[in-house]
T-cell receptor
Framework: DAKTTQPPSMDCAEGRAANLPCNHSTISGNEYVYWYRQIHSQGPQYIIHGLKNNETNEMASLIITEDRKSSTLILPHATLRDTAVYYCIVRSWGSQGNLIFGKGTKLSVKP | ETGVTQTPRHLVMGMTNKKSLKCEQHLGHNAMYWYKQSAKKPLELMFVYSLEERVENNSVPSRFSPECPNSSHLFLHLHTLQPEDSALYLC?????????????FGSGTRLTVV
């Protein structure tokens, strides 16, 4: 599975949009982009995933560039409860079913 | 509740003890996983079960012994652990092994080995 690169930390003001970038320049055609987050001392929580089209659900939006080498997770109106470590993971369909977590981005939402 | 329940939430054990971690899901998922998260390190996949059969063991020491008696329950049996085994142990499940669906994680068991 392709490797991802994320900034180690980011700050965001409460109520503003949080845009979390992820670089996955070695992604291959059958690999999906997944986003999870982990609030302190809890298990990771699935947020969203996509292949090449932009995706939106009740939690967030996922914007994938046309060449698929990078993506951005958007939390449209960040709240203090969105403070967490956000993981961008690239995983191929039909792989051995593993989610391999990197170090992620620590997002701090400030009042 | 996330749909995956882990017990106990916290566990302190001596190096000579034997204990078990329990994971339970009633989501109808067919695959279950054990992950280990040590301080300031990424999550490490330990074991994967699909339809109650172990399909992956990622070089985990034998002092960790998983058991999956049915598709809803997963155990991690612990014996003669070391202090460096202190970590957050997370259980997860997914609809199918090798599926594109997201995983559902439990809240974890915080293990301290003394």
């Amino acid at each position: 599975d392709a490797k991802t690169t994320q900034p180690p930390s980011m700050d965001c003001a409460e109520g503003r949009a949080a845009n979390l970038p992820c670089n996955h320049s070695t992604i291959s055609g059958n690999e999906y982009v997944y986003w999870y987050r982990q609030i302190h001392s809890q298990g990771p929580q699935y947020i969203i995933h996509g292949l090449k089209n932009n995706e939106t659900n009740e939690m967030a939006s996922l914007i994938i560039t046309e060449d698929r080498k990078s993506s951005t997770l958007i939390l449209p109106h960040a709240t203090l409860r969105d403070t967490a470590v956000y993981y961008c993971i690239v995983r191929s369909w039909g792989s051995q079913g593993n989610l391999i977590f990197g170090k992620g981005t620590k997002l701090s939402v400030k009042p | 509740e996330t749909g995956v329940t882990q017990t106990p939430r916290h566990l302190v054990m001596g190096m000579t003890n034997k204990k078990s971690l329990k994971c339970e899901q009633h989501l109808g998922h067919n695959a279950m996983y054990w992950y280990k998260q040590s301080a300031k390190k990424p999550l490490e996949l330990m074991f994967v079960y699909s339809l109650e059969e172990r399909v992956e063991n990622n070089s985990v020491p034998s002092r960790f012994s998983p058991e999956c008696p049915n598709s809803s329950h997963l155990f991690l049996h612990l014996h003669t652990l070391q202090p460096e085994d202190s970590a957050l142990y997370l259980c997860a499940s997914s609809q199918e092994y090798r599926a594109t669906y997201g995983y559902t994680f439990g809240s974890g068991t915080r293990l301290t080995v003394v």
